[in-house]
T-cell receptor, first 115, second 112 residues
Framework: DAGVIQSPRHEVTEMGQEVTLRCKPI?????LFWYRQTMMRGLELLIYFNNNVPIDDSGMPEDRFSAKMPNASFSTLKIQPSEPRDSAVYFC?????????????FGPGTRLTVT | DQQVKQNSPSLSVQEGRISILNCDYT??????FLWYKKYPAEGPTFLIS?????DKNEDGRFTVFLNKSAKHLSLHIVPSQPGDSAVYFC???????????FGTGTRLKVLA
């Protein structure tokens, strides 16, 4: 099993540029999560998809952030325009969610630096 | 406001000794708790969990204790090994839901 795949692993961009982060969940998982990790706030849930449908986007910080899941094997998180305070590690996680509290499996993350 | 707090950003322990990582939460309605471990350049991986109907759950060298009245949980690692050096995240949830509320993490360093 390849696990959750994220790309790119590192992204450096200038303020004002558009950034797109990509995620491929584990095959067969029906739920996908985007998290952001910062020193001050730890791991924060940004958005949750179930069966490709966004269920909870209350963690998305601003309208500059958007996420899509066009099919069961692909999701994107886009930031447009990017700002220096968006610098963080962004994780994608997936889960089977067939029962209560099924484990979330995390990808390796994308380290985003906005200068 | 942080609903799950890990007040110790770092901890150093000698190999073979006990590591105790602490976590406090504010919402008494949380009824499911987890610990995740994270190595550098990798995503967090699930370590151990506990439901609020229990006060202890053990898995090999790892034991999680839950004190509901104090809204406190702790992870004990005995004996600690250098390979345990990682960042440990505590998370709280409502049973049967998807939403995990994570703490800020504690970096454990086990000294050989």
């Amino acid at each position: 099993d390849a696990g959750v795949i994220q790309s790119p692993r590192h992204e450096v961009t200038e303020m004002g540029q558009e950034v797109t982060l990509r995620c491929k969940p584990i095959s067969g998982h029906n739920s996908l999560f985007w998290y952001r990790q910062t020193m001050m706030r730890g791991l924060e849930l940004l958005i949750y998809f179930n069966n490709n449908v966004p269920i909870d986007d209350s963690g998305m910080p601003e309208d500059r952030f958007s996420a899509k899941m066009p099919n069961a094997s692909f999701s994107t998180l886009k930031i447009q325009p990017s700002e220096p305070r968006d610098s963080a590690v962004y994780f994608c996680a997936s889960s089977a969610l067939k029962g209560a509290n099924d484990e979330q499996y995390f990808g390796p993350g994308t380290r985003l630096t906005v200068t | 406001d942080q609903q799950v707090k890990q007040n110790s950003p770092s901890l150093s322990v000698q190999e073979g000794r006990i590591s105790i990582l602490n976590c406090d939460y504010t919402n008494s309605m949380f009824d499911y708790f987890l610990w995740y471990k994270k190595y550098p350049a990798e995503g967090p991986t699930f370590l151990i969990s506990i439901s609020s109907i229990k006060d202890k759950n053990e898995d090999g060298r790892f034991t999680v204790f839950l004190n509901k009245s104090a809204k406190h949980l702790s992870l004990h690692i005995v004996p600690s090994q250098p390979g345990d050096s990682a960042v440990y995240f505590c998370a709280a949830s409502f049973s049967g839901t998807y939403k995990y509320i994570f703490g800020t993490g504690t970096r454990l360093k086990v000294l050989a």
